[in-house]
């Protein structure tokens, strides 16, 4: 079965409209989200006009503030400390990756937890992973969002997660090993955790034996057909995160996307398989929107 998160996202984002546009009804102000854009890289262009177009399908007010490449890193703090000190803005994110000479942990590391609605500040890592309410990196949030929506529990379940990055790999897997989270705004109140995870990376040895043994695969790794059918056994639930060009002269653009699973062979012998695109791509994108509205809730309940 296919684990639709094109279809999931629009449902949250109906969700989402109808609790913005209660807010306007009882005349208080929507929210408004910041998005930091620095230099003009064409896939960060589109993620970032992606976002601002699903804020505008919900009524969240978004605003891009662009800066040129050559930006040094200590204007693009002084920014950043704006953006904090500004009441208008209620969460705001910096899209990365950001040019060579700014350190991106240093200015991630500067905005205000309160407003960090990609949750990748380590205040708010540091929050998951003890379990206190936090705002969780926007696409582990989608991804547990997907499994709730169809029911798919992870108690006791084998999970693998391949990759280790800050913003998916860690996070998930730190997710799925909690027991049950506190529910918070906006979130369904499955019963998501309690999964014995195993963490798998580039120097993983024999990857194969170790996804064989999987109930659930979350692939994270940036790798087109990293993960082929004979790595998976059958009734498996995989989630595909993986996001690659690949040359294709028969598409107008001259590519296309493809996840890091093989889906023509894998999701005959999975229960379960998300799509690349139309998976985990839109419902990170919700992710970030849920992420706005509580940073917002939680500022008025300040
Ligand atoms: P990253 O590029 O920072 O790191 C990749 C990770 O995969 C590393 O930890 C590495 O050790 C591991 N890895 C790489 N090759 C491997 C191999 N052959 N075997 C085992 N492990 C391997 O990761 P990221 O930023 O989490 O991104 C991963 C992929 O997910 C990319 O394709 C990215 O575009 C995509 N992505 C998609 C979304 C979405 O919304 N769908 C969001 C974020 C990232």
Redo the contacts with the bound molecule.
Sequence with gaps: MILDGKKIATEIRGELRTQVEALKAADKRVPKLGIVIVGNNPASETYVNNKMKACAEVGIEAVKIAYPAEITEQTLLTEVHKLNNDPSIDGFIVQLPLPEHISETTILSAIDHRKDVDGLTPENVGRTVQGLPSIIS??PR?IRELLARYNIQTEGKHVVV????N???KPMAILLMQRPYLSLPGMSAASLGDATVTI?????RD?KSICLTADIIIV????PN?LTAEMVREGATVID????RIDDPTSPRGYRLVG?VDFEHVAPKAAYITP?PG???P???VSLLQNTLQAYQLKIEE
Excluded: E, F, Q
């Design positions: 926007a696409t989608g391949i990759g280790r990055s913003i998916v790999g798998c990376h580039s120097k993983t990857l994270a790794a940036g790798s990293l995160v993986g996001i690659n890091d690349v998976g985990v791509g419902m990170t994108i």
